[in-house]
């Protein structure tokens, strides 16, 4: 290592860096170069999916924070997840339909899913036995379709209504849940263990009031505590079924707790947090950050993969935030995107561990006017402008943006 060369955590890579040597061969990684600058928090959350610790040099580029300068061994990271999970990657899921085959086949498994989740609400209103079963049911046509490619589901996951926030939240949380388990190749059960977790996470607000769960400005201190109760209510309607899973009681009441001890009702810490708790916490805020909630705008999946990163290590463990983006992208399937030609287009597809480069159908041109025909693009293969220079996308949109509705491509 030369005088100017400091090695790092990749938690604390930044833009401005200049990389000098990774922890591993570069032929190991999708870096198409040896030594760069880091341009964007972007290719910050890249670098960081293959390397857990890189050489930066002072000379070339902004100096790192201290408190991510590693000294003596190799970078400390958590318990890894191989350990933690055993049976990750046990199953090596691959895509056997297209986006477009598999639309109607997801649309069908979600309309049914969000018909007996409402059914099954409605009972419990009403006095009645939470009916699992049921959902189980629906829930199991919901993995086929995930099993068979999870693309379809991410995008109906992103078409959502403006009421009902607590309703349709259920329903993306189970479906991100479910993609995220796909991902980290857990067997079948297991992920229709964490789908069924996941929409049940919030199932216990029914018993809070209309008004409290509507309220469009900030709770204050006493209704924020009425809020969390939520928590014992569904771990309570849970308990009155008959041999339920305790991994499914598990998921649900620890999907508020948080990495760094700060969150409820327990305030665990690390692994003191079941791992699905932790999975469920992830699942949970990514769809709540992206949905449209009586005191809150949506934001672009962009921007909440965005948050998640910056939050890895004290809301959530790292290395389940590292592969949750892996899972979903960095900008997910049915994102809206603006390239850096003007173009406007939407993720439809993508590639493999080249999250930053998946394939676009482009809608609107430099000027934001609608193409007569759209063209679909693949930036693993389209790389360059007629110029020279680098095709790449320039940022996500928030949905809407345009007036483009995503569900009128496919559906």
């Known amino acids: 290592m030369n005088e100017s060369e400091v090695r790092i955590s990749v938690k604390g890579l930044r833009p401005g860096m200049y990389v000098s040597r990774l922890d591993r061969p570069w032929l190991e990684t999708p870096h198409l170069m040896q030594g760069f600058r880091v341009e964007s928090d972007e290719q910050a959350l890249e670098v960081a999916r293959y390397s857990q610790y890189v050489y930066i040099d002072v000379k070339r580029g902004v100096v790192p924070d201290p408190n991510y300068v590693l000294h003596g061994g190799g970078a400390g990271r958590d318990k890894p997840l191989k350990e933690s999970l055993p049976a990750m990657g046990s199953v090596a899921y691959e895509n056997r339909t297209s986006l477009p085959d598999e639309m109607e086949s997801a649309q069908e498994a979600r309309d049914r899913l969000e018909s007996v989740t409402g059914e099954v609400l409605t009972d419990l209103r009403e006095g009645k036995e939470l009916d699992l079963d049921a959902l189980k049911d629906s829930v199991r046509v919901m993995i086929d379709s995930i099993v068979r490619n999870p693309e379809a589901m991410a995008w109906l996951a992103k078409i959502k209504r403006k009421d009902t926030y607590t309703y349709h939240h259920s329903l993306g949380a189970s479906i991100w849940a479910a993609t995220f388990a796909r991902h980290l190749g857990l067997p079948r059960k297991e992920?229709?263990?964490?789908?069924?977790?996941?929409?049940?996470?919030?199932?216990?607000?029914?018993?809070?009031?209309?008004?409290?769960?509507?309220?469009?400005?900030?709770?204050?201190?006493?209704?924020?505590?009425?809020?969390?109760?939520?928590?014992?209510?569904?771990?309570?309607?849970?308990?009155?079924?008959?041999?339920?899973?305790?991994?499914?009681?598990?998921?649900?009441?620890?999907?508020?707790?948080r990495y760094d001890g700060s969150g409820y009702p327990g305030g665990l810490k690390g692994e003191e947090i079941p791992l699905y708790g932790r999975i469920a916490?992830?699942?949970?805020?990514?769809?709540?950050?992206?949905?449209?909630?009586?005191?809150?705008?949506?934001?672009?999946?962009?921007?909440?993969?965005?948050?998640?990163?910056?939050?890895?290590?004290?809301?959530?463990?790292?290395?389940?935030?590292?592969?949750?983006?892996?899972?979903?992208?960095?900008?997910?399937?049915?994102?809206?995107?603006?390239?850096?030609?003007?173009?406007?287009?939407?993720?439809?597809?993508?590639?493999?561990?080249?999250?930053?480069?998946?394939?676009?159908?482009?809608?609107?041109?430099?000027?934001?006017?609608?193409?007569?025909?759209?063209?679909?693009?693949?930036?693993?293969?389209?790389?360059?402008?007629?110029?020279?220079?680098?095709?790449?996308?320039?940022?996500?949109?928030?949905?809407?943006?345009?007036?483009?509705?995503?569900?009128?491509?496919?559906?």
């Not at 900030?218 to 305790?246: A, T, W």
């Not at 934001?299 to 290395?319: C, K, N, T």
């Open 191 to 257: 992920i229709e263990l964490l789908a069924l977790a996941g929409l049940l996470l919030d199932v216990g607000k029914i018993k809070l009031s209309p008004e409290l769960l509507n309220d469009p400005n900030r709770l204050d201190p006493g209704q924020m505590e009425e809020m969390r109760k939520h928590v014992d209510f569904s771990i309570e309607l849970l308990r009155e079924i008959e041999d339920v899973d305790p991994k499914l009681l598990a998921m649900v009441g620890t999907h508020h707790e």
């Open 281 to 411: 916490a992830i699942v949970d805020t990514y769809d709540a950050l992206t949905s449209l909630r009586p005191y809150a705008q949506a934001m672009s999946p962009h921007g909440a993969v965005g948050l998640l990163y910056e939050w890895r290590g004290i809301d959530f463990q790292p290395e389940l935030v590292e592969q949750f983006i892996q899972a979903i992208g960095i900008y997910p399937t049915g994102t809206l995107v603006e390239l850096n030609t003007g173009e406007v287009g939407v993720i439809i597809s993508l590639n493999g561990l080249r999250r930053l480069r998946p394939r676009v159908m482009v809608l609107l041109d430099a000027e934001k006017k609608p193409y007569s025909e759209f063209r679909e693009i693949d930036l693993m293969v389209e790389t360059q402008l007629p110029d020279g220079s680098r095709l790449d996308i320039k940022r996500g949109l928030p949905p809407g943006s345009h007036g483009i509705d995503p569900k009128e491509l496919f559906l």
